[in-house]
């Protein structure tokens, strides 16, 4: 296997709202992503993207936003996204982010979220929830991982990311 050049690319989903204590955490994903010399991806929003991306922007790490309309007049960047890409692709966004991402961490999260993670799950990323989704259809039961703290969450990912 060719030795890795590039960085980490960790995405971060979840909801477009937030409360102060799940923004905290989303600061905290993020700055401990950075932390690790990892590129943060993210919808490029508002909500946990933002705060996510504040917490590696203070911590100097680089953050992406994967946007879903065509400029940013359609989807505004939040103030902290670094490198914002307008897709044009509407909710098909997920679809690119989870492609171009090595892992992921859902905090919270709606259906949006759900999206990004069954595309995640579909394309055998590794994934660690944050206060996210449980899942449980029929006889499908994913073990994944469930972290309880952003320390917790971002060691999981990269536990699981040094394994590949």
Do not use: Y
């Amino acid at each position: 296997m060719a030795e890795r050049v590039h960085r980490i690319v960790v995405a971060v989903a979840g909801s477009t709202s937030c409360d102060n204590e799940t923004a905290a955490a989303a600061r905290e994903v993020g700055r401990l992503i950075a932390a690790r010399g990892a590129a943060l991806l993210s919808s490029g929003g508002p909500g946990i993207a933002e705060q996510a991306a504040a917490g590696a922007k203070l911590a100097g790490g680089l953050t992406i936003g994967l946007l879903s309309g065509a400029s940013a007049a359609a989807s505004p960047p939040n103030p902290h996204t670094e490198l914002a890409l307008f897709t044009g692709l509407g909710e098909a966004r997920a679809a690119v982010m989870v492609s171009a991402c090595d892992g992921l961490i859902a905090i919270g999260g709606g259906f949006g979220t759900l999206a990004d993670l069954g595309l995640a799950l579909r394309a055998k990323k590794p994934v660690v929830l944050l206060d996210s989704w449980r899942f449980e259809v029929g006889d499908v039961k994913p073990t994944l991982p469930r972290a309880t703290t952003a320390n917790e969450a971002v060691e999981w990912l990269f536990t699981a990311l040094a394994g590949r």
